[in-house]
């Protein structure tokens, strides 16, 4: 074998010897994920005291992760995850929120055990609302570990910087695309193959808002793209399946796809828009 290759190997080995791989990264959050919620633990704990423990060993496995983490804050390891299980209350509380959200929209839920045990689209909210917080206290990499791991498990792809407000609803789920300057309200709720992307990818506009506002109350059925850093869903919308949008639309709108009947007469398939354009 080339030696030089070999050599170049070695090197980039010795460059990083104690990366966090992602599968501690992974192993933490669904130790975490268990933590926050019994149906996903792998152990029973004997004693209140032992379940404090417990909590520790995942406050020190984050600071050990991030202490190796290649990609640092400028905070200290360990200010950054007494910070992240101080909001952890809080992460927990929104959580809570989202099952809500997910079995009061969805007739289908005979529970909330269901919700949390079967449902994709609360995993990737938990991946998401951890990641997130990490991504807020400037934490690189990790972040996108964690939720590129929910992404491979769900089908459902949120950057860690997205901002999503309370009570969010991803129904089905699969093929969800959610950006990361993409703002969120309370109370939104989206089907699946929903894209609130970008539209540009150019590189000199990576601090630039590139992904759409949606607002509180919103609905996105499936297929539904909408692009672009200024465009708006107002609050109380609704976005029906496949429709394409990269302009704002006021609140209380309703957008949906039309397919036309008849093409022999030239007629195109077409979105209706009940309100006036922004």
Known sequence: MDRDFINSLYIRQQACPNCPSPYA???????????????????????????ELHFEKLRLQ????????????????????????????????KLEQDITALFEGDPAAKSRTEVIRTYPGFVAIAA????????????????????????GKTGIDIHPA?????????????????????????????????????????KKDAKTKRHPTIGDN?????????LGGKTHIGHDSVVGGNVWLTRSIPPFSKVYYQASMNGADGSTDTIVFKGEMA
């Open 218 to 226: 919103a609905v996105i059925y499936a297929g539904a793209t909408i």
């Open 128 to 151: 998401h609302r951890i990641a997130h917080e990490l991504d807020a206290m400037g934490v690189q990499l990790i972040p996108r570990m964690i939720s590129e791991y929910a992404h």
């Open 162 to 202: 997205a901002t999503i407000g309370n009570f969010f609803c991803i129904d089905h789920g699969t093929g969800v695309v959610i950006g990361e300057t993409t703002v969120i309200g309370d109370h939104v709720k989206i089907y699946q193959g929903v894209t609130l992307g970008a539209l540009s990818v150019d």
């Open 62 to 93: 984050l600071e050990q992760i991030l202490s190796r983490n290649p990609l640092k804050s400028e905070r200290e390891s360990s200010e950054i995850a007494e910070s992240f299980f101080e909001q952890l209350p809080l992460t927990h509380q």
């Open 25 to 51: 990264v992974v192993n933490w959050f669904n130790e975490l994920l268990g933590t926050l919620f019994p149906d996903f633990a792998k152990q029973q704990f004997s004693s209140h005291k032992e379940f």
